[in-house]
């Protein structure tokens, strides 16, 4: 199983500032990872695709980077809406995986 | 608009069995894989069980393999986990999530969610 670890766990920012969230795979996954932003009492939403593409309707200051084992979910500057907690999803292997989630919080 | 709805969540003891279903719509169901994802309380998220868009291939997390099978109906547009031997631990909000097809030919991500069910596993 190929395990996925976020860091940090938590992340205390200011509207405005950059967030720059972390994942790495145990083992490679290619560029098939996924980033999902999650808000309370909310499904997941789709982010980032194959590691650096935005899905539809995402504004431009989501930006996912990265391939093989280490992957990063930038945000270029936080807008209210932003503080909510992403997860990355690998489907490489079987079997499909997430990480722990990080927090991006209001400082 | 694409959507999908779950229902048939609930309370119930374990060992008991549950069937859960989501109904999709605004796409053409029988051309997508479609996947099952759980999210127990204050928990992240787990993957559960996926499904080719034939329905002919399965896939299982250990954690509930031999208990819960993953079924579609592509005349009905609905997709079906149907949940046996029930234990606490599987107490969570099932979400089914549609997989993304890209022009590249990945099927990585998932792109469609529904808002969840809510499966409560007590005595």
């Known amino acids: 199983e190929i395990v996925l670890t976020q860091s940090p766990a938590t992340l205390s920012l200011s509207p405005g500032e950059r967030a720059t969230l972390s994942c790495r795979a145990s083992?490679?996954?290619?560029?098939?990872l996924a980033w999902y932003q999650q808000k309370p009492g909310q499904a997941p939403r789709l982010l980032i695709y194959?590691?650096?593409n935005r899905a539809t309707g995402i504004p431009p200051r989501f930006s996912g980077s990265g391939s093989g084992t280490d992957f990063t979910l930038t945000i270029s500057s936080l807008e209210p809406e932003d503080f909510a907690v992403y997860y990355c999803?690998?489907?490489?292997?079987?079997?499909?995986?997430f990480g722990g989630g990080t927090k991006v919080e209001i400082k | 608009e694409v959507q999908l709805l779950e229902s048939g969540g609930g309370l119930v003891q374990p060992g008991g069995s549950l069937r859960v279903s989501c109904a999709a719509s605004?796409?053409?169901?029988?051309?997508?894989?479609m996947r099952w994802v759980r999210q127990a309380p204050g928990k992240g998220l787990e993957w559960v069980s996926a499904?080719?868009?034939?329905?002919?291939?399965?896939y299982y997390a250990d954690s509930v393999k031999g208990r819960f099978t993953i079924s579609r109906d592509n005349s009905k547009n609905t997709l079906y986990l149907q949940m046996n031997s029930l234990r606490v631990e599987d107490t969570a909000v099932y979400y089914c999530?549609?997989?993304?097809?890209?022009?590249?030919?990945?099927?990585?991500?998932?792109?469609?969610w529904g808002k969840g069910t809510t499966v409560t596993v007590s005595s």
């Open positions: 194959d590691a650096s």
């Open positions: 083992q490679s996954v290619s560029s098939c």
């Open positions: 499904i080719s868009a034939s329905g002919g291939s399965t």
């Open positions: 999530a549609k997989v993304l097809m890209t022009a590249a030919g990945t099927y990585c991500s998932m792109d469609v």
């Open positions: 605004g796409f053409t169901f029988s051309s997508y894989a």
């Open positions: 999803q690998q489907r490489s292997n079987w079997p499909l995986t």
